[in-house]
């Protein structure tokens, strides 16, 4: 008798061990931090565009208060934190830790050459900067 293809058994095992060697080499083939800080970064860059444009819509003040791992997010009556990811640092380099933006959309507490946020996870540094008037906010 003559045997044309793999048993249940042989299936079975090829499948496991290549199971194991894809859950193992699939952490290392992405750098998950990578991904967390550029995601923190275009997180808080787009709540700061998003909560300036909703104090022009609605007429209504709105506070950004950034802390080392988080930031708070308030219109007066309602606050929410924003946690940054695990290892990921924020940091004012220059101009307060409290941005306002007034029911027009223009910011309060900027002067000079604007604030400037510094985000980190290890090596990697990213400066968010924050223009007086405008309140355009530019990534270097």
Request: glycine share 8%; aromatic share 10%.
């Amino acid at each position: 008798m003559i045997k044309n293809g793999f048993t249940l058994m042989e299936l079975i095992c090829t499948l496991a061990i290549l199971a194991v060697v894809i859950t193992v080499s699939v952490p290392y083939a992405f750098d998950i931090g990578s991904i967390k800080f550029e995601t923190a970064q275009h997180k808080l860059l787009n709540d700061i565009r998003y909560y300036q444009e909703l104090s022009d819509f609605t007429n209504k003040t709105h506070t950004l208060i950034f802390y080392n791992t988080y930031y708070v997010i308030s219109n007066g009556i309602n606050s929410s934190r924003v946690y940054l990811p695990d290892g990921v640092k924020l940091t004012v380099i220059s101009g307060s830790n409290t941005i306002k933006f007034e029911s027009d959309g223009m910011p309060v507490g900027i002067y000079g050459s604007g604030c400037s946020l510094k985000l980190s996870y290890e090596e990697k540094n990213v400066i968010l900067t924050i223009r007086p008037i405008t309140g355009r906010v530019k990534i270097k």
